[in-house]
């Protein structure tokens, strides 16, 4: 299965609302990323964040890591209709980036 | 900066071709990596070349191969097209090796359709 496993699946909220979504993982890790993809396009970087980081901010995006949980969540505050997109969040594994299934965030205007 | 680009942006083929896609990487960068993404399904990784050199390649057929040339840009070449191969192909740069370490770059991505 995936290394990385987001949820919700699919997420639908209304503009301003803020939007969180969660990776989790099997291995150890070195760092976490989190990609955007708007649709059928190529992905966006958004945030790395090493496994010695608990937390990241860039922008509205607030990025947590807790490497005993095996667990990351990605924070967009006060969310508008242009982040409507799929969010990844992708591990090495392998000597390769594995990336999970994906959340499909909708912010309706 | 130009980014990574990709061609075609289409391509149509019927079953038992071959497609050959390309990919020029940011400049500087080394690493070119590809993902195959069909619909509704996240990126699965295919290969990843750095200095000309095959790194790593993910669990497909052999008849999905490729290579980098001396200017770093890539070619993904699937041989005996099956229906199934139909997807968005997705190539990404870095500045060099070690997978996880730096952020990647996609280009916009190949739609292949196999008819």
């Known amino acids: 299965s995936q290394q990385g496993e987001e949820d919700p699946q699919a997420l639908s909220i209304q503009e301003g609302e803020n939007a969180t979504m969660n990776c989790s993982y099997k291995?150890?890790?070195?760092?976490l990323q989190w990609y955007r993809q708007n649709s059928g396009r190529g992905l966006v970087h958004l945030i790395l964040i090493r496994s010695n980081e608990r937390e990241k901010h860039s922008g509205r995006l607030r990025v947590t890591l807790d490497t005993s949980k095996k667990s990351s969540s990605l924070l967009i505050t006060a969310s508008r209709a242009a982040d409507t997109a799929s969010y990844f969040c992708?591990?090495?594994?392998?000597?390769?980036?594995?990336f999970g299934a994906g959340t499909i965030l909708r912010v309706k205007s | 900066e130009a980014g990574v680009t990709q061609s075609p942006t289409h391509l149509i083929k019927t079953r038992g071709q071959q497609a050959t896609l390309r990919c020029s990487p940011i400049?500087?960068?080394?690493?070119v990596y590809w993902y195959q993404q069909a619909l509704g399904l996240g990126l699965q990784f295919l290969l990843w070349y750095d200095e000309g050199e095959e790194r790593n390649r993910g669990n497909f057929p052999p008849r999905f191969s490729g290579r980098q040339f001396p200017n770093y840009s890539s070619e993904l070449n699937v041989n005996a097209l099956e229906l199934e191969d139909s997807a968005l192909y997705l190539c990404?740069?870095?500045?060099?090796?070690?997978?996880?370490?730096?952020?990647?770059?996609f280009g916009p991505g190949t739609r292949l359709t196999v008819t």
């Open positions: 992708a591990v090495e594994y392998g000597n390769k980036l594995v």
């Open positions: 291995t150890s890790i070195n760092n």
């Open positions: 400049s500087g960068h080394t690493s």
């Open positions: 990404a740069s870095s500045p060099r090796g070690d997978a996880s370490s730096y952020e990647q770059y």
